[in-house]
Antibody, heavy 120, light 109 residues
């Protein structure tokens, strides 16, 4: 059974750095073709893809946020970590981690999401 | 950047009705990269359709997807109360880049 779960702070102050952890089970990020993503969704808006890390360590970021994002993995702990620097109130959103399976282009499993509010 | 435009924004329908949701891409795309999700309040999106027309595991056959090029549709043949939600189309556009449409909300009439 595949599961993913996000954890991190619910409240972040403007200019601070956000660190979110995705802890997953039921698959291994060392399996060829496996990928874990971070996606966010501002209240009442559509999801927005942020970043991806692949089984082989390759990393990809949303172009518009590339300078603020960093994604990493700890395969032994089945965790993927996202950091986003210089947080702003417009970054208030529910942050999801999700998986794409081998040779797939869609997110087949998602975490429950973690609401992050940016406010002073 | 390929933009996905969904229409209509909101639909008010009754259980039992048939509905077709539209997703239009700003340029021609491969259908293998097009997916549909259902989202209910406070929940993560749920994969319904991948590759434009393949139902995900456990998705009832009243959900069907079709389309090619720039125009894609999600059809629900007979609405059930559980189907009232927001529906998003999603595209893998390479690079990598993953885009979502703005969503269509199905509400009970």
């Amino acid at each position: 059974q595949v599961t993913l779960k996000e954890s991190g702070p619910a409240l972040v102050r403007p200019t601070q750095t956000l660190t979110l952890t995705c802890t997953f089970s039921g698959f291994s990020l060392s399996t060829s073709g496996m990928r874990v993503h971070w996606i966010r969704q501002p209240p009442g808006k559509a999801p927005e893809w942020l970043a991806r890390i692949d089984w082989d360590g390759d990393k990809f970021y949303r172009t518009s946020l590339k300078t603020r994002l960093s994604i990493s993995k700890d395969t032994s702990k089945n965790q993927v970590v996202l950091t986003m620097t210089n947080m702003d109130p417009v970054d208030t959103a529910t942050y999801f981690c999700a998986r794409t399976d081998i040779a797939a282009y869609y997110f087949d499993y998602w975490g429950q999401g973690s609401l992050v509010t940016v406010s002073s | 950047e390929i933009v996905l435009t969904q229409s209509p924004g909101t639909l008010s329908l009754s259980p039992g009705e048939r509905v077709t949701l539209s997703c239009r891409a700003s340029q021609s795309v491969s259908s293998i990269y097009l997916a549909w999700y259902q989202q209910k309040p406070g929940r993560a999106p749920r994969l319904l359709i991948s590759g434009a027309s393949s139902r995900a595991t456990g998705i009832p056959d009243r959900f069907s997807g079709s389309g090619s090029g720039t125009d894609f549709t999600l059809t629900i043949s007979r609405l059930e109360p559980d189907d009232f939600a927001v529906y998003y189309c999603h595209l893998y556009a390479g690079s990598p880049a993953y885009s979502f449409g703005q969503g269509t909300k199905l509400e009970i009439k």
